[in-house]
């Protein structure tokens, strides 16, 4: 299966980058900011903080190295779904053009999974329903077009949403990431103790 078929879902990568309402993040500020959940992951919080994001592990398309992203997900019938914000200039969703194959953690663990943008109509009409139940991704969208969302335009500009369903995968995916920072808690809790006998 090639990997820009199990993306697009038709078989055709992306020709031309889409705009998007808001700029893509590019100074270091915002970099971080996008990636302190990842932050509160590995210092073993993602019980909590996966209850609304994920951890994305992608593999580079440039380097085959892990490379992590943490994307607030929705459940939808039993399937989980990630949007794309910026479109195809997101470097995440440039890797899994180039390979599909990911690791997904959540409060449920993590999931090897495939990754695929949505383009099928039906599958567009259903996921329809959890976009309109989503007060986040609806004001998103009212800033890509400009105008409220309704279910015909919704499925009329296709081309400009990048919804992406994960699904179950068989196959080997990249290695989650761990809680490495854990022992920040136990320094934290030394240095407080510390300080309370020395005031003492």
Do not use: C
């Amino acid at each position: 299966m090639s990997a820009p078929a199990s993306v697009s879902g038709n078989g055709h990568q992306p020709a031309a980058t889409h705009p998007t309402p808001i700029p893509y993040p590019a100074n270091p500020v915002m970099k971080w900011a996008y990636k302190f959940p990842i932050l509160l992951w590995r210092l073993g919080l993602g019980r909590i903080t996966g209850r609304l994001f994920l951890v994305l592990t992608t593999t580079g398309r440039k380097s085959g190295l892990p490379r992590r992203t943490a994307i607030e997900y929705h459940t939808w019938h039993g399937r989980k779904y990630i949007y794309s914000a910026w479109g195809d200039r997101a470097q995440w969703y440039k890797n899994i053009l180039a390979d599909p194959l990911v690791t997904v953690q959540t409060s449920d663990g993590a999931e090897s999974m495939t990754a695929r943008r949505v383009v099928d109509e039906d599958e567009l009409a259903d996921a329809y329903g959890m976009v309109e139940q989503n007060r986040q991704m609806r004001q998103w969208v009212k800033l890509l077009l400009g105008e409220e969302l309704t279910r015909e335009r919704f499925l009329a500009e296709k081309e400009r949403f990048f919804l992406v369903a994960l699904d179950p995968a068989k196959e080997p995916t990249p290695p989650p990431q761990s809680a490495d920072l854990w022992w920040v808690w136990l320094l934290l809790g030394a240095t407080v103790l510390a300080w309370r006998i020395s005031r003492r």
